[in-house]
T-cell receptor, first 112, second 119 residues
Framework: DAKTTQPNSMESNEEEPVHLPCNHS???????IHWYRQLPSQGPEYVIH???SNVNNRMASLAIAEDRKSSTLILHRATLRDAAVYYC?????????????FGQGTILTVHP | DTGVSQDPRHKITKRGQNVTFRCDPI?????LYWYRQTLGQGPEFLTY????????KSRLLSDRFSAERPKGSFSTLEIQRTEQGDSAMYLC?????????????????FGNGTRLTVT
């Protein structure tokens, strides 16, 4: 399985943008890039996914490098509720999707 | 959308006992997944079902573990002869797969898990 590399932790101030990086140099052409987050005492929550183009949804934006070897999850205005562990995961679509390989993720701390 | 429901939220058992967990997925979802998460680690895939068929099992799922989804709706995960190393959070997730033609990526919806402590 292709692997991802994320910083162990990051900090942000409330209402400021947050850029969470992810390196995936061994990504294959069919791998989607998924982001999930896990709030304390809860199960993971889907944030966003993409294949080649940048993606936006109500929660976040996903910026994918042109060579697809890295990506960045962007939270436009961090709130205290965004404090969580953020996981960047590579996975294929189709029948293999759902068998996700989570790493240790990035612990995001948001300061008031 | 009532979300994925797991029961119980917490279970404490003595080593050697059997335990069973239940997961109720989102009603229109045909795929159901089980993951395990230990402290400080990300979730690890255990197994998944498409409707009632168990399509894949991780090698993490020893012979003491069995999962069922008898009618393609709720699922149970049983651990026999529990060991202290089984202490973890057991997470259930569901998604929808159209199954035919171009297959889309459908996000997983996770429950809040069952925390198992084996003493």
């Amino acid at each position: 399985d292709a692997k991802t590399t994320q910083p162990n932790s990051m900090e942000s101030n409330e209402e400021e943008p947050v850029h969470l990086p992810c390196n995936h140099s061994t990504i294959s052409g069919t791998d989607y890039i998924h982001w999930y987050r896990q709030l304390p005492s809860q199960g993971p929550e889907y944030v966003i996914h993409g294949l080649t183009s940048n993606v936006n949804n109500r929660m976040a934006s996903l910026a994918i490098a042109e060579d697809r070897k890295s990506s960045t999850l962007i939270l436009h205005r961090a709130t205290l509720r965004d404090a969580a562990v953020y996981y960047c995961i590579l996975g294929q679509g189709g029948t293999s999707y759902g068998k996700l390989t989570f790493g240790q993720g990035t612990i995001l701390t948001v300061h008031p | 959308d009532t979300g994925v429901s797991q029961d119980p939220r917490h279970k404490i058992t003595k080593r050697g006992q059997n335990v069973t967990f239940r997961c109720d997925p989102i009603s229109e979802h045909n795929r159901l997944y089980w993951y395990r998460q230990t402290l400080g680690q990300g979730p690890e895939f255990l197994t998944y079902f498409q409707n009632e068929a168990q399509l894949e099992k991780s090698r993490l799922l020893s012979d003491r573990f069995s999962a069922e989804r008898p009618k393609g709706s709720f699922s149970t995960l049983e651990i026999q002869r529990t060991e202290q190393g089984d202490s973890a959070m057991y997470l259930c997730a569901s998604s929808f797969s159209p199954g035919l033609g171009p297959i889309l990526v459908s996000p997983l919806h996770f429950g809040n898990g069952t925390r198992l402590t084996v003493t």
